[in-house]
């Protein structure tokens, strides 16, 4: 196997382990450390600045800052219009690590796919009865880690 196929296979494993550890405690917990955000954010920048990573500097740099800006724009005006929270800090800084990660480009498809497998979860509790209402949590760190794996592989091996 060539030199630059075990990297690639070490930072997936590295990126995928990270994300299963994030989902999982958001999923828990709904707690996204900056411990765990900020060295997955930096680990892609520096995965993608120095070359060994999938993606280009310009377009892992503005992933990390458009994924990071997106998400805290969506929450700032949600607190703005509702006057309660809707999404935790950590959101944002997982969302700015995955743009490190993907690229910019991916990022629409990861929050889309994100926003899918949320409304399918909550039809599912509704289909099985449970009441469902607005003021319902849903981990989105969880949801966004479960969509950013798969395009991170395409991106890839794909």
């Given at each position: 196997m060539p030199t630059q196929d075990w990297i690639m296979l070490a930072l997936g494993l590295f990126y995928g382990g990270m994300l299963l550890w994030l989902a999982w405690l958001d999923a828990r917990y709904f707690w996204l450390p900056d411990r765990?955000?900020?060295?997955l954010l930096g680990c892609g920048l520096a995965a993608n600045l120095s070359g060994l990573g999938p993606v280009g500097t310009t377009d892992a740099l503005a992933g990390a800052m458009g994924g990071g800006a997106a998400?805290?724009?969506v929450a700032w005006g949600y607190k703005r219009w509702r006057g309660i929270d809707g999404l935790g800090g950590g959101d944002p800084k997982l969302f700015a690590a995955i743009?490190?990660?993907?690229?910019?480009?991916?990022l629409p498809l990861i929050l889309l796919t994100a926003s899918?497998?949320?409304?399918l979860f909550i039809a599912l509790r509704?289909?099985?009865g449970d009441k469902v209402?607005?003021?319902q949590r849903l981990p989105?760190?969880?949801?966004?880690?479960?969509a950013a794996w798969p395009?991170?592989?395409m991106i890839c091996w794909g």
């Open positions: 765990l955000t900020l060295p998400l805290w724009a743009g490190a990660w993907t690229g910019w480009h991916e899918l497998i949320g409304l509704w289909l099985r209402h607005g003021r989105l760190g969880t949801l966004l880690a479960l395009v991170w592989v």
